[in-house]
């Protein structure tokens, strides 16, 4: 290799005159005392330089500092992509960084990002075995799909997905689309795959042929061999208690999880008895996630004989909903809604402002500014917990960019709505997907606030349980045996193998997101779970209309007033006077929120606002 010769792996990947530079590095030292974990601590760090665009960071420093968003949002990508396919036992640290070098506009560098993470992963003595890839998919005018089109062209396609998968599986697919039919989408999904078979296949000869040049195989012995009798023995022994713990039937969190407390209880008291110094090495990690795959199984094997889940639902139920569109006094709240679903729930406030009051980040491509955004907040209180509050966390950056993405393409045009929509969503009850709960809180409260939505959208998030053996890629067809959930909830996300968000309305799918904990999933098992998904966004949208059946006809009175002018080209310098000391006197001097100056041609828009 040229970079990064003392990283456990490092790639240089390169299109068109794009460069991006990754590296894998390991805690691999053969010598330390192990910590078993149940879990990988894996952690993933995508930067886009300046420098890659010939730019200069703006601020005192001059210095790339704290990731922007988009950033963020490419981080979770590749963690997501990589983190189910690590083998189990394995928990030593694990660090992925990817910088993007160079930028080429003509190339999606987040592609590019992912597919050098995972060659870098692969090719080094890391324990990884599978090969994966991803790709960006979008469609042009005529419907066709376009593989890894630039970010300009995502921009004005219909459909942007990105899907990961290795040679035969699903990883991950994150995305959003202007009303795409399921067919589209599971057509989007195949012809992303199929690029992404014939990548795993390069990367793995690059990966294999670097091993051979290095003279290092991959540290296998670092994974923990798992006696997989603890697991049947706890089964046989435990089994018929948890028959009973996850019968319940109950819809309150508190119950349900008690249930399954006084079991784990149990459990631990047999086989956790003798002292830690005389047990086995991880052998606490063992019987956790023993039970864990005994409770998995056994709400499987209850859906499957009965269709019923653990708070009495069958597979197919939502949950039931609960709404208050304009639940903040309108004198000071431009619009909001309440929206719960079982004990989830959402409070969304909406703010309209002007150009003023627009996102501005700064990008590889240059500074932008959104006219619609979103913004999710998730409190420790939402889950009855104290905790850290700050700054958003990827979680809510991660989750907040979904619930965006679900409502932008039903957000009208600024010339049928001038102003600027800012929501925000409050998170005050969590079990099982707040960004969907957001995506429908968001709807109610733009359409109480006034806003014009060209129509009103929902979500709802999807679980899956697998048999234990179909998880590690193993067993008869997945689509024999797997059991898809609709609006699942928290106890269904961890303890299942899927999360599947999608939102949209009866005709199509704004946006969708899978989360997997598995080696993959089928497309067939993918199309089913789209097909259920319709029917159960359908449900919670019909709940919506009933209460919110259109936009309020008038605006808030906190609502500020804007008023538009157009004048001469020669008057503008006028208007803005000697270093602007004009305009700014004219703000003071009439109390105005603001004056925005458009300059184009002969005449120059002038734009009044004030309360």
Request: proline share 5%; hydrophobic share 40%.
């Amino acid at each position: 290799g040229e970079l990064g010769r003392l990283a456990a792996g490092s790639v240089v990947c390169k299109q068109g005159a794009t460069v991006v530079y990754s590296t894998a590095c390991g805690d691999l030292w053969d010598k330390k005392e192990e910590t078993v974990e149940d879990f990988v601590p894996l952690s993933v760090h995508y930067q886009e330089r300046s420098s890659a665009a010939g730019r200069t960071p703006g601020g005192y420093i001059k210095r790339d500092g704290r990731p922007s968003d988009d950033e963020v949002l490419v981080s979770r990508i590749i963690d997501r992509t990589l983190r189910p396919l690590f083998p189990p036992g394995f928990c030593r640290e694990v660090q992925i960084l990817s910088w993007v070098m160079s930028y080429d506009k003509a190339v999606n560098t987040d592609p590019l990002a992912v597919f050098s993470s995972a060659a870098a992963l692969v090719a080094s003595p890391i324990p990884y075995e599978k090969t994966i890839s991803g790709v960006c998919v979008g469609m042009d005018d005529k419907g066709n799909y376009v593989i890894n089109p630039s970010r300009e062209v995502l921009a004005e396609s219909r459909l942007n997905l990105f899907v990961s998968g290795t040679e035969d599986s699903v990883m991950m697919i994150e995305g959003a689309a202007d009303f795409l039919t399921e067919e589209e989408m599971e057509g989007a999904i195949a012809a992303g795959m199929e690029v992404i078979a014939m990548q795993c296949k390069g990367i793995r000869m690059f990966a294999d042929a670097a091993l051979k040049a290095r003279g290092v195989e991959p540290k296998l012995h670092l994974v923990r061999k798992v006696d997989d009798s603890l697991y049947e023995d706890m089964y046989n022994r435990f089994g018929p208690d948890m028959d009973k713990g996850i019968r319940t039937g109950s819809r309150l969190k508190n119950e349900v999880y008690s249930a399954f407390d006084v079991v784990e209880k149990k459990v631990k008291e047999h086989y956790l008895a003798a002292p830690k110094e005389e047990q086995a090495p991880g052998f606490d990690i063992d019987v956790k996630t023993s039970f864990k795959r005994m409770a998995s199984e056994k709400m499987r094997e209850m859906a499957v004989a009965e269709d019923l889940r653990v708070d009495g639902r069958t597979t197919r139920e939502v949950r039931p909903i609960e709404i208050s569109a304009g639940y903040l006094p309108a004198e000071c709240v431009h619009g909001s809604a309440v929206f719960t679903r079982g004990e989830t729930q959402s409070l969304a406030t909406v703010t309209l402002g002007d150009k003023g009051s627009r996102q501005r980040t700064e990008t590889l491509d240059g500074e932008q500014s959104k006219r619609f955004y979103l913004q999710y907040i998730f409190p420790p209180s939402s889950v009855g917990e104290c905790g850290r509050v700050g700054t958003p966390g990827r979680r809510e950056i991660g989750h907040g960019n979904l619930a965006e993405r679900g409502l932008r393409p039903v957000i009208p045009s600024e010339a049928d709505f001038a102003y600027n929509i800012r929501v925000e969503s409050l998170i005050t009850e969590s079990c099982g997907s707040s960004s969907m709960a957001s995506v429908c809180s968001g709807t109610l409260a733009m359409m109480d606030a006034g806003v014009p939505l060209l129509r009103p959208v929902a979500g709802v998030a999807m679980g899956l349980l697998l048999p234990y053996d179909q998880k590690q890629g193993g067993g008869a067809d997945q689509d024999d045996q797997a059991v898809i959930l609709t609006d699942i909830l928290g106890l269904e996300d961890g303890l299942g193998t899927m999360d599947f968000k999608v939102t949209g309305d009866a005709k199509g799918i704004t946006a969708f997101q899978l989360d997997i904990k598995c080696e993959g999933l089928s497309l067939g098992l993918l199309k089913r779970a789209l097909e259920q998904a319709k029917e159960g966004r359908l449900h919670i949208l019909y709940h919506m209309l009933k209460a919110k059946p259109k936009h309020s006809d008038t605006l808030s009175p906190s609502v500020p007033k804007m008023l538009t002018l157009k004048v001469p080209q020669s008057a503008i310098g006028k208007i803005i006077g000697p270093g602007g000391a004009m305009i700014r006197s004219l703000i003071e001097d009439f109390g105005l929120i603001n004056m925005d100056i458009e300059e184009g041609g002969t005449e120059g828009v002038v734009v009044i606002t004030s309360l």
